[in-house]
């Protein structure tokens, strides 16, 4: 009767049909609206890219520029003996913003030196330093105005601070002197306006102001690396291959020992450790110190404090117990699932010998991610390199003129100069003042959502496919006479052909999740400096339910996808079927997961046996339609080759 109620709530189970032979081949076109919704967001990412393309400079993020736009230390320009960028406030720098515009918003100069010592202007000013101190203003400042002036205008930096050329770029000689931080031999700084300021502000824009500059010297390391090594790597992965294919032959017929070798193993490993954190726990008797509390010993940086007391090796120890005992009671209980899996590994392996095609298949999955991604990353930096160091009129008086643009090279000879006598042309902020410049930050949005949806349509189209080979496998009565000629490139051409709107549809949910989870991170980046203890407790819940949200339409789009590859229906009606299914057999799921923890390959194919076997079986033994749990088992195997080519792990 519970089990009446349970199906009546979560779906009828489908009965066995003999006549079913896998994946249906006569279907029709399913999410035809989401598809049409894709491809115009194609049509407009490609445009977004080509317009980027067409206002950015990515030597913006190579080379460093002034507030002018003119390159340092470049060859047959007039700042070609000028090789290092001078920042006039880098404290500044420690806006956000810098990370998506890749310019601190203060003026910058290009140099034939980086400081090397403390000077204010107001010191420097009537002064023999200040020939000194000229070489760091703005090009052609004559030093014929006040000092007040001279601030107001930005001509000159407020104090020069000793500094110190990295990747081009003056920043602070900062370094620690017995835990303090110190610039030359000062803690603090005057700011050039009459007050001192702590040191920690210049670390902080001066953190902001590199972090491109290290990504961007990561990235290089990289490169050379592999330009180095590439022969190697290639060596690695051709033995990585042959290996990959020796152990899938060798599952057919060793899958039994190594599942219980590697039970075994886990067992006694967990056994070795409790024994030695009790053998350390006696050690520690009688030590000076070792009995302290955990709770009065408090945070410590250095982990390694920790292992001197016998507290922690007790707790080490009462964990490992629990671990292992759990671990033996599951094995006790679930000894008929580990049968059940030594079968299901045989039966991949055997599947795989059938479908090799499928071994090489994520590496196409590979190679459209690496697309996507490239894309992405060409966008995003043509689109933050697209501004432009923007200069207004700034006037004490009741200038008419006051707050428009103006190009600080013809302002003397303007029209706005001869109206407004008093007023002055002055770097304000990097940006623009067209409709494609205030929609910057709208277009990097674009960007990334762009991506996640096309990363995640990649992701969901091969899912799709090997889940739709493998169910050629797995209904075939005569293998191979049943199988057709080609069921991998059969299954992605149904997936194309008839489900690109489904496929669509699953990765737009995705992707918008995704989306929210990213601008829930900058709003967190930005509320950190903040002291609002409820503002962090409700981003730090939203964070939280998000990343949540996520991992369930994952797992509900992965056994979606099985769904639409066999059944052809439209995503909706494939995600409520296969949430009905797991309902269903939701007290034999955790056996099977126990057994098979969730896996992914390098791609981001699951390979986790979500949808699982019911406990009906024909005469023939040939399972039920209702239970393609057995596609994941397929790919599970699959799943681990490509890592394995890749030169990575298959777990997470």
């Not at 081949?25 to 407009?44: M, N, Q």
């Not at 599942?259 to 954190?277: D, N, P, R």
Request: aromatic share 12%; with cysteine.
């Amino acid at each position: 009767m519970e089990d009446e109620r349970k199906d009546g709530a979560y779906g009828t189970p489908q009965k066995y049909d003999p006549t079913f032979k896998g994946p249906i081949y006569h279907r029709g076109c399913t999410d035809i609206i989401c598809c049409v919704f894709l491809l115009l967001a194609i049509v407009g990412y490609v445009a977004v890219g080509i317009i980027a393309w067409t206002h950015g400079d990515p030597r913006k993020v190579i080379y460093p520029t002034d507030s002018r736009g003119e390159f340092c230390g470049q060859k047959g320009t007039k700042n070609a003996n000028k090789p290092y960028l001078f920042y006039f406030n880098i404290v500044k720098c420690a806006s956000p913003l810098v990370l998506l515009e890749f310019q601190c918003p203060t003026p910058q100069i290009c140099v034939e030196k980086c400081p090397d010592r403390y000077l204010t202007y107001l010191n420097a000013h009537r002064s023999q330093d200040f020939e000194y101190y000229k070489q760091f203003c703005v090009p052609g400042f004559q030093g014929n105005k006040g000092v007040a002036e001279v601030l107001r205008d930005g001509d000159c930096p407020a104090v020069l601070i000793p500094s110190k050329p990295l990747a081009r770029r003056c920043f602070p000689a900062i370094h620690a002197h017995k835990g303090v931080l110190m610039v030359g031999n000062e803690t603090t700084y005057e700011d050039g306006h009459g007050s001192r300021k702590n040191i920690t502000e210049l670390v902080e824009g001066a953190k902001k102001a590199n972090g491109v500059l290290e990504a961007r010297q990561l990235a290089m390391r990289i490169f050379e690396d592999y330009t180095v090594s590439w022969y190697w790597i290639v060596i690695g992965l051709v033995i990585a291959m042959v290996m990959s294919l020796l152990f899938i032959v060798l599952l057919r017929f060793l899958a039994g020992i190594m599942v219980w070798v590697m039970i075994i193993m886990v067992i006694l490993v967990l056994g070795y450790g409790i024994f030695h954190c009790y053998m350390e726990y006696t050690r520690l008797r009688g030590e000076a110190g070792s009995d302290i509390s955990l709770v009065d010993l408090g945070f410590q940086t250095d982990l390694r404090v920790y292992l001197h007391l016998r507290q922690t090796w007790m707790a080490f120890m009462i964990i490992l117990s629990i671990l292992e005992a759990v671990i033996i009671l599951l094995l006790i209980f679930l000894r008929k699932r580990i049968l059940i899996a030594i079968a299901l590994i045989k039966e991949a392996s055997r599947a795989v010998g059938y479908v090799m095609c499928s071994l090489l298949y994520p590496l196409v999955t590979f190679l459209l991610l690496c697309l996507c991604i490239a894309y992405w990353a060409s966008t995003a930096v043509f689109l933050s390199t697209s501004n432009e160091a923007v200069y207004k009129i700034f006037d004490d008086g009741t200038c008419q003129v006051a707050g428009k643009t103006c190009n600080p090279e013809t302002f003397a000879s303007s029209n706005e100069s001869r109206l407004c006598p008093g007023a002055h042309c002055q770097f304000a902020f990097y940006g623009g003042e067209s409709g494609y410049h205030r929609a910057l930050l709208g277009l990097q949005i674009f960007n990334a959502f762009m991506f996640f949806w096309l990363a995640n349509f990649v992701l969901a189209l091969g899912q799709v496919t090997l889940a739709g080979a493998f169910a050629s496998y797995y209904w075939a009565l005569h293998k191979p006479d049943d199988l057709p000629a080609f069921p991998l490139f059969s299954a992605f051409g149904r997936a194309l052909r008839y489900h690109t709107g489904s496929l669509a549809f699953g990765a737009l949910i995705l992707a918008i999740v995704q989306i929210i989870r990213v601008m829930l991170e900058y709003l967190d980046q930005r509320l950190k400096a903040a002291e609002n203890r409820f503002a962090k407790f409700l981003m730090t819940c939203l964070k939280c339910c998000f990343w949540c949200l996520e991992k369930f339409i994952r797992f509900l789009n992965r056994n979606a996808y099985i769904m639409i590859a066999i059944y052809g229906t439209n995503f909706c009606t494939s995600a409520r079927n296969a949430f009905f299914l797991l309902m269903r057999n939701i007290i034999r799921d955790p056996g099977i997961l126990f057994l098979h923890p969730p896996y992914q390959d390098c791609a981001g194919h699951s390979t986790a046996p979500q949808l699982l076997l019911g406990p009906h079986t024909d005469g023939d033994h040939r399972l039920l339609p209702d239970c393609p749990w057995l596609l994941q088992c397929l790919r599970h195997v699959c799943g681990h080759v490509v890592p394995l080519l890749l030169g990575g792990p298959g777990e997470e």
